[in-house]
Structure formats: structure tokens, C-alpha cells
């Protein structure tokens, strides 16, 4: 544990946050490979009995991680305007959360292709796109019926379309190209946003 007592985090919440931003700031810098809870803890400024306190496996850590990354990407959400605004201003602020908290798309990249090998984290990740999902096809309802999108869509299928699009752009060689920006752009085009 870090020697000077002062410098660890003060209550609950600030030592359970403080584990899940080094969670998250090691696998941004090293890949889920490079995760090591001992380093955690330290970068914590807590000893590791304490991140088990808090985190009692690895899963449960990679949980909080993954948490931390939707509570991003759920600020993205505006409450307020019409549905279609609504949609629209959401795939913008992806777009632009992605391009300016990189380490983000880092996470998310690593923990999906992370989930293909390890069951736990497919079903974390697997959770989470459900919830995205349900959101992005609730969203999608309220602007078909509004009429702001062509009625013939269907507001499921055009919300695993939009899941999967922007979850491809956290992967590596999908994030570095020039072409997501254009493929995101003519999303918004094809909704009619």
C-alpha cells in the first residue's frame, strides 16, 4: 500500500473509482493482456486486499471498467428534443467522443475482441450492447412514429446496425481509417437525420 495514507483515496465510492480509472488506464495503454491487478491497486494507492474488497475477481473489475466506458458513452444521450434530434445528436457525439478520449475506443476495442476468448467478458459485453440496443431501438420507435424516419424501417434491425457500427469503430484497424468518419456520416444520411 502506498506509504503516505493521505494520497490513497478518501471514501468508498473515490478508492472504487480510482480502481476502475487504473483498470481502465492500463488496458488503454496495454491491452487486456497487460492488465495486472497488483499495479491496480498501486496506481490506486490501495493495497490488493483492498481491490478484492472492492472487485473480489477480475471479471467483476473488468465489469466496472466496462461500466465507467457506457457511463461515456451514455453522456452522449441528450434527454431533451425530439427523438430524431435525439438519434442524430447521438451518433455525432460518438463520433466526436471517439475522436477525442481515444483511449476509449482502446477499451472497448480490446475488451471485444478480449470477449471472442473469454466467455465471462463476452457476456459483460453482451450485456451491454443488449442495453445500447434497447435505447438506440427505443429511440428509433419514437422517431418513426413521429414520422422524422422512412416507416419502413425497422427500428430493430436499424438498431443492431447502429450497435455494430459504432462498436466497429473501437476496433484497431477500423478506428485508424479515414473512412469511419464517412461511413457514420452516410448512416445519418440513410436514417434521414
Known amino acids: 500500500m502506498n506509504s503516505d495514507a493521505t494520497s490513497a483515496p478518501a471514501s468508498r465510492e473515490e478508492r472504487r473509482d480510482a480502481l476502475v480509472l487504473a483498470a481502465y ?12 491487478t497488483r499495479e491496480v491497486a498501486a496506481e490506486a494507492g490501495v493495497n490488493i486486499a483492498t481491490l478484492h474488497y472492492y472487485f473480489p475477481t477480475k471479471e467483476a473489475l473488468i465489469r466496472g471498467v466496462v461500466e465507467h466506458a ?7 444521450l441528450a434527454p431533451h428534443g425530439t427523438p430524431e434530434a435525439q438519434l442524430r445528436n447521438h ?31 463476452a457476456h459483460i459485453m ?13 429511440l428509433l420507435r419514437r422517431a418513426a412514429a413521429g414520422g422524422h424516419l422512412k416507416p419502413e424501417l425497422d427500428s ?38
Do not use: C, K, Y
Open 25 to 36: 488506464n492500463q488496458i488503454a495503454e496495454r491491452g487486456f493482456e497487460g492488465l495486472r
Open 70 to 76: 457506457m457511463r461515456r458513452f451514455r453522456s452522449t
Open 91 to 121: 451518433l455525432r457525439a460518438v463520433r466526436r467522443l471517439l475522436q477525442d478520449e481515444p483511449q476509449l475506443g482502446a477499451v472497448m476495442g480490446e475488451l471485444s475482441l478480449r470477449s471472442a476468448r473469454d466467455p465471462a467478458i
Open 126 to 138: 453482451q450485456d451491454t450492447n443488449e442495453a445500447w440496443h434497447r435505447t438506440l431501438r427505443g
Open 156 to 193: 430493430d434491425a436499424v438498431a443492431a446496425l447502429v450497435v455494430a457500427a459504432l462498436t466497429s469503430m473501437t476496433l484497431p484497424t477500423v478506428s485508424a481509417s479515414p473512412r469511419t468518419d464517412q461511413a457514420l456520416r452516410q448512416l445519418e444520411r440513410w436514417l434521414g437525420i
